[in-house]
């Protein structure tokens, strides 16, 4: 398994915005970008890339990641 910066700089290079509503993890894709691998490689993930992205406790910074959440929905 590749690790996780890596998978979220290949988002990113696709235009792939990730983030955490509710406890969910949500995306936002070109169409075409989000293949049917990548989104089994999403969904085997989705527990740590939730934990990655998800909304930090009061007074924490968010961890730096190479995507960030779509402003959209932040």
Request: net charge negative; no cysteine; hydrophobic share 40%.
């Amino acid at each position: 398994m590749r690790p996780v910066d890596a998978l979220l700089a290949d988002l990113g290079s696709r235009d792939i915005r990730l983030w955490v509503e509710d406890g969910r993890l949500r995306f936002n894709a070109p169409e075409g970008a989000m293949t049917a691998d990548l989104r089994q490689e999403l969904t085997r993930r989705k527990g740590e890339l939730v934990d990655l992205l998800g909304t930090p406790p009061a007074g924490e910074k968010a961890p730096a990641t190479a995507i960030a959440p779509d402003p959209a929905h932040a």
